[in-house]
């Protein structure tokens, strides 16, 4: 597999085959799901998500879910798994590594290399998620939205790749307003634990 640094990756035909599998369980679990021409599907084991468009791989971009693992309880610091849309987009024009705090870009810039590192800062752009899977991530107690699960990017950039963040999706800057400009509002994501 061949990645490179703008989420994009050069006709794996193994990758390819991992999206049509994707897509047939995507038809099977949800068939009543809303249609649209992407879907992200984060992939817990393998700490990637990619960007699926019109049934194609399009990009595919290192990440991290949770330290604390899967789960969808309120404040257990968890990834949420199952259906998701991105409700809200956020940080539009943010430069990279600007601080957002209560969805507002701050002013201030996260400083990657020492003082931000483990302050869980989110940075450059957020998609806001909400659950589409009663019980599971949408309704009391389990609420993806009310959670305040958020794609992002974040100022400790060197732990993507690894579990490590409080129960976001975090990405690197760079991947994160790429993905922003790439697709739009209501965009399915699937999270799975595989």
Not at 18 to 23: E, F, K
Not at 36 to 41: F, G, K, M, R, V
Request: aromatic letters at 8%.
């Amino acid at each position: 597999m061949l990645l490179l640094s703008n989420g994009m990756f050069g006709g794996d035909p193994l990758k390819q085959g991992l999206v049509d599998l994707l897509m047939e369980f995507m038809n099977a679990r949800y068939p009543d799901r809303p249609q649209a021409d992407d879907l992200l599907y984060v992939s817990v084991q393998r700490q990637q998500l990619i960007h699926v468009n019109r049934g194609r791989s399009v990009g595919i971009y290192p990440i991290s879910t949770a330290k604390a693992g899967l789960g969808g309880d309120q404040d257990s610091f968890r990834t949420p798994t199952g259906l998701h849309r991105v409700s809200e987009k956020i940080g539009d024009g943010v430069p990279a590594f600007g601080i957002l705090k209560d969805r507002e870009f701050t002013g201030a810039m996260a400083d990657p290399d020492f003082a931000d590192v483990d302050k869980d800062r989110i940075t450059s752009r957020l998609l806001w998620l909400e659950g589409l899977e009663p019980g599971v991530n949408q309704g009391h107690n389990f609420d993806s939205h009310e959670r305040y699960i958020y794609i992002h990017g974040t100022a400790n950039e060197r732990t993507i790749g690894t579990a490590s963040s409080m129960g976001c999706v975090r990405m690197l800057n760079a991947d994160i307003i790429q993905l922003f400009d790439s697709i739009p509002v209501g965009t399915l994501v699937v999270i799975l634990d595989n």
